[in-house]
């Protein structure tokens, strides 16, 4: 084996080395999410409503939480507790729906007669499962706000979240976009060139 073979075999084993090491050091590897003795997804958990939550308590990568919740725990668990035993959820004739879905069938909105357009609303869910809109975080086009509006007046009941036995008020955050799968325009901006001709 000739000296210059030797050497680029050396470095291609040092750089292999690295890429290995440097892939285990920063490949995001998100913790396990445990919410009211429940395992969650990490986008399920971004769903829950943060004033919902009561405590949230990050559990050491050590062997007990590997032990108590299996290899997975290896990159920390994170242990949530909420206001209610089970969440606030939107039925209609008896079957689990999206409120998104419900008020993008009974409100008209259509492209390119109307632009697209985002609304963003804050729900309190009463004990009885009434949803009362708290407060209109954002709303990009206000002929399509006071429609939404009209269909959350309307919409059927919910079922109320839980906490030992008996209905408990909760929030929910209604984010959509329409008409619905589109996205919304990037705002245009004019580069600013400072100095120099």
């Known amino acids: 084996m000739n000296k210059l073979f030797r050497i680029t075999l050396l470095i291609t084993f040092i750089i292999m080395g690295c890429e290995n090491a440097f892939s285990q050091v920063f490949v995001h590897r998100p913790p396990i999410y ?3 003795g429940v395992r969650m997804s990490e986008d399920e ?3 829950i409503d943060p004033d919902d939550i009561a405590t949230n308590t990050l559990l050491p990568a050590d062997e007990e939480s590997v032990a108590k919740y299996g290899q ?3 990159n920390g668990v994170i242990l949530i507790s909420l206001r209610y035993d089970t969440p606030a959820r939107f039925e209609i004739d008896g079957e689990s729906a999206l409120l998104a879905d419900y008020v993008s069938r009974n409100v ?5 007669a109307n632009p697209v357009a985002r609304v963003v609303i804050r729900l309190t869910i009463k004990p009885d499962g009434v949803a009362v809109v708290d407060e209109v975080l954002e709303a990009t086009e206000k002929r399509l706000l006071k429609r939404v509006l009209k269909a ?3 919409a059927p009941r919910w079922v109320p979240a839980m906490k030992d036995g008996k209905g408990v008020e909760s929030t929910y955050t209604l984010r959509m976009t329409l008409p619905l799968g589109m996205k919304m325009p990037r705002e245009r901006s004019i580069p600013i060139i400072i100095g120099g001709s």
Do not use: F, G, H, Q
Request: charged content about 30%.
């Open 34 to 36: 445990i919410v009211n």
């Open 45 to 47: 958990v971004k769903r």
């Open 72 to 74: 997975d725990a290896s």
């Open 108 to 112: 008209k909105w259509e492209y390119p």
């Open 152 to 154: 959350l007046a309307t």
